[in-house]
């Protein structure tokens, strides 16, 4: 499947993939959302134009689903010469902060997107709002209801059932318009009213039945102050936001298919520009939920360290776990856009961070559980500086000097006392290769007074410098290792799925109870190779053999690093392609 859009032609964010493609990156792939607005512009439409926006709620963080619909939206704004529009749906006065804006702001950037000037508050149409709806009113199309909300839910009636009419349904229009001022001046408390529009209670569409349209919220609001103690429902702010901003294609997930009706509804009852809804399959992934209020939750009972611990899904936990925007907006494409839910495999979504970390992560040597090696027949005092190089996917990374003595440190796991023949580490009697250094054989294993292992005496091969022996002996083994006299001391924290179960949003289970307990791990007295010293807070890198880390961006202090396991090496998603004979 190859778009017929060349990708050549794509704005900024696209270019700067194809700088950097990856074994398996394809051009985008079409989906059914790409054919309507193809359809759209050979029949001419909108005039050729394509506007879409992304319109987030500013009542917690973005998530990865959210990714989903920014990448979406941003991505097809680019891809077809338009635009995007960044609209936050500030409608709610009472879930709503400052500090949500800045943070969903800052997550739509670090993604690579830019809104430009078209930067827009639901809240800024406020006036125009309200008088969209007094122009239902004299239409005949809205009327102020004086039911209580329960009254309003019992008339509603249900799915097998009608609804019945609110006695209040035949105000007339003078009546009407003198409620609703009066809603809007403070008149009335919250809850004794609301502005309905009047379409039909026998609807078989229950979003019909006269769904409210304003309701009173004495409130303040972030941005509108104590201005307004009335505010519009999402179904009313929405379409009519869509369409003073010239929105042409309005996406948003399938829980709103039916309120495509209202939608359309509202806008063709006042005669005014009409963009198009289309809904689509929401993100759902493995061993994580993607829903702000399960996510709130997980923050205030502090279950998690904040809405940026990285074993959350938001954009900000993914980054501070050392996820890339790359990974993220290639995991986008790859899952497609479709018009029935189902769940992704989060290994996917590892699986595209892998190879982007792959390509880009310097590589270094870091020991998470040391056990110390004496090298007795290396001088003591001696420091030999040892060339590594740094990526062996990309040569221009170039290479490094890793310093050697006699005192390493290398994995407690890569010792065994008594080894079977197939285990290709160290053990008494048997050689291995120091990465980019020497051979060494085990002498001895020197343990303490409760029989632990403590130290190793190893001898090494001063010919094999560099990892080779002249005479072409060859060792099964290689393992990485610190010098012990330059080793930067830190701490590592390993973290796996949040959850542990695949689908913990359908559990009947308390949500606490189904957290993976080992999802965050801390690990001090860590021996890193001197060189990370200088790394700085978010800098990602490959520890050989042990997988990505990065330096956490909140908790590095100078002389202090603690750095966060990004992912591991094991890559279970090639693995899952595999066994289904898929792989490529
Ligand atoms: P949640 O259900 O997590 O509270 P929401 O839909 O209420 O999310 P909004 O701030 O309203 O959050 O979402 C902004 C946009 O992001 C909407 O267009 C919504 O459809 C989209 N979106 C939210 N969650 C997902 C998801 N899991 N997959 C795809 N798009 C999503
Ligand atoms: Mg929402």
Avoid at 79 to 91: I, S, V, W
Avoid at 336 to 353: F, M, N, P, T, Y
Wanted: proline content about 5%; charged content about 30%.
């Amino acid at each position: 499947m190859v778009s017929k859009n060349d990708p050549s032609k794509k704005g900024d964010v696209d270019k700067r993939d194809l700088n950097n493609p990856g074994e398996d990156e394809k051009s985008a792939p079409v989906h059914f959302i790409r054919h309507v607005i193809d359809d759209d512009i050979t029949s001419d439409k909108y005039n050729g134009r394509v506007v879409t926006r992304f319109p987030p709620e500013p009542n917690g963080y973005l998530h990865i689903g959210h990714a989903k619909s920014i990448c979406l939206n941003f991505g097809l704004g680019l891809e077809y010469g338009g635009k995007c529009h960044l609209r936050f749906d500030d409608t709610n006065p009472e879930k709503e902060e400052t500090e949500y804006v800045d943070s969903i702001k800052a997550d739509v950037k670090w993604l690579g997107f830019n809104w430009g000037n078209d930067l827009y508050y639901t809240s800024d149409y406020f006036d125009r709002l309200y008088e969209y709806a007094l122009e239902l009113i004299r239409r005949g199309k809205a009327y102020v209801d004086s039911l209580s909300a329960e009254q309003i839910r019992e008339y509603r009636g249900t799915l097998t059932e009608p609804g019945r009419k609110s006695p209040y349904r035949s105000r007339g229009v003078e009546e009407n318009l003198a409620l609703f001022e009066q809603m809007r001046d403070g008149g009335f408390s919250e809850g004794q009213c609301v502005l309905r529009a009047k379409i039909d209670m026998a609807s078989p569409n229950m979003v019909m039945r006269d769904p409210a349209l304003y309701r009173i919220r004495k409130k303040n609001h972030h941005r509108t102050g104590d201005k307004w103690c009335i505010y519009p429902m999402y179904d009313f702010a929405h379409c009519l936001s869509d369409s003073i901003e010239g929105i042409t294609h309005s996406l948003c997930t399938l829980e709103f298919t039916n309120n495509r009706e209202l939608y359309d509804w509202i806008l063709d009852t006042l005669a005014i520009y009409h963009p198009q809804q289309i809904e689509f399959a929401r993100l759902n992934i493995t061993r994580t939920i993607l829903s702000k209020r399960k996510l709130i939750s997980l923050v205030s009972e502090k279950i998690v360290d904040g809405w940026d611990d990285p074993r959350m899904p938001t954009i900000s936990g993914l980054k501070r776990r050392g996820y890339t925007p790359e990974a993220i907006r290639d995991f986008c494409e790859r899952i497609g856009v479709a018009k029935r839910d189902s769940i992704v495999d989060i290994a996917l979504l590892e699986h595209c961070l892998r190879q982007n970390l792959n390509r880009r992560s310097p590589r270094v040597m870091g020991v998470l559980h040391p056990l110390k090696v004496v090298i007795e027949n290396y001088p003591e005092g001696k420091t030999e500086y040892l060339d590594a190089i740094n990526n062996p996917e990309d040569p221009s990374m170039g290479k490094r000097s890793v310093p050697f003595s006699r005192q390493l440190y290398i994995e407690q796991d890569d010792f065994m006392e008594d080894a079977p023949k197939k285990f290709f580490r160290l053990a008494p009697g048997r050689e291995v290769r120091l990465r980019y250094a020497y051979f060494i054989t085990c002498r001895e294993a020197v343990k303490n007074e409760r029989g632990e292992i403590i130290e190793l005496r190893c001898t090494y091969d001063p010919k094999t410098r560099g990892g080779d022996a002249p005479d072409g002996r060859k060792v099964k083994g290689t393992l990485h290792w610190v010098s012990a006299a330059h080793a930067l001391e830190a701490t590592v924290r390993l973290y796996d799925h949040l959850f542990s179960v695949d689908d913990p949003a359908a559990s009947a289970d308390e949500l606490t109870s189904l957290i993976n307990p080992r999802s965050m791990e801390t690990l001090d007295g860590c021996m890193l190779e001197p060189s990370l010293a200088a790394a700085t807070p978010g800098a990602r890198f490959q520890f050989e053999r042990l997988g990505y880390f990065c330096a956490d961006s909140r908790l590095c202090l100078p002389g202090k690093p603690v750095f966060n396991r990004t992912a591991t090496l094991r890559d279970t998603w090639a693995r899952i392609q595999k066994k289904k004979g898929k792989a490529g």
